[in-house]
DNA sequence: GATGAATGAGTATTCATTCAT
DNA sequence: CATGAATGAATACTCATTCAT
């Protein structure tokens, strides 16, 4: 990678993460660098390409802490994965607001990275979610329904710790675990006993 | 409201769920109508205020949804809630592609339409909470995240019928309450009982 | 005239006046009236026709004020026609300024009307002139000349009436006329004496 | 200043002196130079811009002829004045075209302009006028009156140079300052004399 | 590699005018 | 006479993209 393409990768993804796909012009970014306009179009084919290759990079480095550990501690791993990413939002919120906040319908082929990244995600949940089952330590469950459900209570309380609204990660956690798999309900003991 | 101011809204709102803000012009909803220019500028007064309008009509159609019930068994409440919203959005798919991927930062005045929505779902699910644990029901919990959570499961569910992932709003709203009541631990009981 | 008509024309004029051909819109002259669109079509061809009979009628109400007085004192004619323009100017600020303040080049019929308002203001000017010159009190000069400069000298007095930088229009009037008759320099008499 | 910009203010000012602010469209402009839509946008920020600017730089060039002489002689230095001013606008018609017949009320921001200009000639005129009561060349007078009227007559005088309708400028400013200086009445001396 | 002047398709918006009721 | 909904031509302005230097 070129040093010129990493600058203009960078300064993108903080200026994207800022202002969205179509408020951010390929004026403001060059200008914000202070390059020409041509310039850009020497490492990007266009617009597109660098908002794609700024939500290719963005997701790689969430996978990057998303370690597909050994299944025998399926929950444990589950609580690992969870943490890092949630922590990762609270470093960079560059990256958790192109995430959280990315419109959809922009263009198919954009909404196609996340949808790949959330269908990871979901499997990386699915696939803890089954092994506990296999195991006895997870009860009988629609795997489909609550592997989504699970990852949407974990997104929006990323968004929470994003917007400033909840306030500790690794507490958030904590709670999100204990929530899913205690339950609500009163009378329960903790899981990892 | 004039028939015609209607008749936009209706075509707006449609065309907005499947385009979204930015690639959906004024000429395409006109010309759509077979309508002038001219006509849609008599009912709006830009581009702006017809998205705006689309947004508020359609959050205003969920929430006449969302009963706020007597307390006296707020769960049961929940349950009803997201049920009738999950079944709305199985009916009404332009309904829901509005309300969950609606792109963020578009507009300031925008984004608070959607805030204030989903802060109202947010208030009816913690107000569940904090009767079930004034009447016993609910275990003491952190209210900011497990509402969060819940609402985030179950916006994740939404989408995932919305996409056609998942089948039934009823068997999803039960499959997702049973997880969210009884955790995902092996040995618990039916809430209900 | 039509008491609508009548009631158009009236409105138009001051608005007109205030805000000038182009800012003014037709929808803002019948919005004021509490009439409709089509009411104004039914009295005026268009924008340009009423903009031209307002005209009209405001050159024609000077006109009435411009009394051609036999000849024998042409420099007191002069005086009292000049007077009492300037206090219409000073009565009815809405005449003034669209006489002084008319957009040249909007259109050459409109231009046309004023500019045939002005010729006849300035052969008024001329005859007396003329005359003058005749009966001996004035000296010999360029008349084209000299007839341009008392109308411009007058016509930029008005002005400072209108926009309130000089006070009274007797007492400029009079000034004016001594420094047409005398001139600056030193050492004069009145010219009625 | 760029050679486009150059080029673009000219043509716009030929192009607005004869068709006036409101009826030139920005795509006149650039058609008849033979450049693209966004050329134009690239050195002014909108039609107003260009306006203004052809405003701001023809009133400077007229104003490097406006010398402020030292007031020895204050009436040759006002001769001296009128006749270079008169002179440009025999030679410049477009200038002249601008100065005279800018529309008022188009936007506060252009009046300004002209005002102010208008409002130097003025100030040189009063400066005139004073040192030349204070030299005893000049009789007593209301100088805020008089210098308008000067300042009109030599506007009206300018107008009718650039119509067509007087012939010399030279001829005109001396029967002009003949005529303020001398007045109208019959026996007087000149006032060089 | 880098530049930045030039491009022009695309879009929102205005407003005088018409015409069926 | 009066209405006012509908029209659509006209225009300003933006911005991604190109290409000669």
Redesign the pocket.
């Known amino acids: 990678m070129?040093?010129?393409e990493e600058e203009i990768l960078v300064r993108a993804k903080s200026l994207f993460s800022k202002r969205g796909f179509?408020?951010?012009?390929?004026?403001?970014i060059?200008d914000s660098l202070?390059?020409?306009?041509?310039?850009?179009?020497?490492?990007?084919?266009?617009?597109?390409?660098v908002y794609r290759r700024v939500l290719e990079r963005t997701v790689q480095e969430i996978e990057k802490n998303l370690k597909v550990l050994p299944l025998e501690r399926p929950l444990e791993q589950l609580r690992r994965n969870l943490l890092s990413v949630l922590k990762l939002i609270e470093e960079d919120r560059e990256t958790a607001s192109l995430i959280f906040y990315h419109p959809y319908k922009l263009n198919l082929e954009f909404d196609e990275i996340l949808e790949e990244f959330y269908g990871k995600v979901l499997s990386l949940i699915e696939r803890a979610l089954l092994k506990g089952m296999e195991m006895g330590i997870v009860r009988e469950c629609n795997v489909k329904v609550i592997s989504r459900a699970i990852f949407g209570a974990f997104v929006e309380v990323g968004k929470g710790l994003l917007k400033g609204e909840l306030q500790s990660a690794e507490e958030a956690v904590d709670e999100l675990l204990s929530f899913g798999l205690r339950g609500l309900l009163e009378g329960r003991n903790d899981w990892r006993n």
Chains 1, 2, 3, 4 share one sequence.
């Open positions: 070129k040093k010129r179509h408020s951010l012009t390929v004026s403001e060059v202070g390059i020409a306009r041509g310039t850009f179009y020497l490492y990007f084919k266009n617009k597109d390409d």
